[in-house]
């Protein structure tokens, strides 16, 4: 059951102090009722705990309007902001042309939504808690060349548990700050090439979608299953410019191919070899890579970390 709302509050105040979810000792300055909302358990490492929190957080500001989402993940340092809170404020408000004090008074009355919908959040199950099933291969096909852009997902998983009998399948994606809705999330296409049968999707967050995928026969411990999706993305949805795998579990290999269009590819492409959710923004640690001459490029990983991301970013422009 999760902490009164409160109690949440106060909680989350103490967590924007500082520097926020990048501050170095942040085992310290989460409360308990945060750490049990988002599934953090005895023994996970600092990583860990951001992580958990990091996800959880996302998904609740998600929840917020449109104007304010930007203003949240500045106040939380949700996405590499630098600097103590009142520096991130700071360079938040003279980007956006705001005066400080109107941005912490939205700031405010935001923090208290999100208290009330975290107090009405189902807790995450601590990710220590037996898993039923595991990814052991991704192979990913993304493609803007196409009047609709596609992905393609060939997946091998691993049953970690006798009778496996289905999948709970997820995929977040991010609009850009200030995105305002024009095609819902719910209605991008999804079609099931092989290896089951989907029993319908649910909207999780105004930025995830859940699948069930019923398998063919009940998997026992340790048998392998394939099987591959599409998904066609909302058309007018203006995305994030990365496509990354954040493992649960460990995976033993990640196979990522992109097409951009041959005739405007981005001006710069590079490899995230495994980082926190947190460094996805920050130029350390990028690996610059190119695309061929017809728009293509491609990224392999092996031996994924759980709760790191790899994959590919770009941006346009000079």
Request: with cysteine; glycine share 8%.
């Amino acid at each position: 059951m999760s902490a009164p709302a409160e109690q949440l509050l106060e909680e989350l105040k103490a967590l924007r102090k500082g520097y926020g979810l990048s501050t170095t000792n942040l085992a310290d300055q989460v409360g308990p009722g945060l750490l049990t909302l988002c599934g953090a358990v005895a023994g996970d490492s600092a990583d860990e705990v951001r992580n958990k929190l990091t996800a959880t957080l996302r998904e609740l500001i998600d929840q917020l309007p449109d104007r304010v989402r930007p203003m949240m993940h500045t106040t939380f340092a949700l996405k590499g902001n630098t600097g103590r809170l009142q520096a991130r404020v700071t360079a938040f408000s003279q980007q956006a042309g705001l005066a400080n004090r109107t941005v912490m008074r939205h700031v405010d009355i935001a923090m208290e939504s999100l208290a009330v919908m975290a107090a009405q959040w189902e807790p995450r199950r601590p990710s220590r808690s037996p898993s039923l099933w595991r990814i052991t291969r991704l192979q990913v096909f993304l493609n803007f060349d196409l009047s609709v852009p596609e992905v393609v997902e060939i997946r091998q998983i691993e049953a970690l548990s006798d009778e496996l009998t289905e999948l709970d399948l997820e995929m977040t994606l991010t609009p850009l700050d200030g995105w305002r809705a024009g095609t819902p999330l719910e209605h991008m296409g999804v079609d099931l090439f092989h290896g089951g049968k989907l029993a319908g999707s649910t909207l999780k967050g105004q930025n995830r979608v859940a699948f069930r995928l019923l398998l063919p026969r009940p998997l026992s411990r340790g048998e392998r299953h394939e099987y591959a999706i599409r998904i066609s993305l909302p058309a007018e949805r203006a995305l994030q410019p990365l496509y990354m795998c954040t493992p649960r579990h460990p995976c033993e290999w990640f196979d990522l191919h992109i097409r951009f269009p041959s005739d405007a590819p981005p001006s710069r492409l590079w490899r995230v070899p495994g980082l926190s959710p947190l460094q996805l923004d920050d130029p350390h640690g990028r690996l610059p890579v190119g695309a061929d001459q017809f728009g293509d490029v491609r990224a392999t990983f092996k031996n994924l970390e759980a709760h790191l991301s790899y994959g590919i970013g770009w941006a346009s422009g000079s």
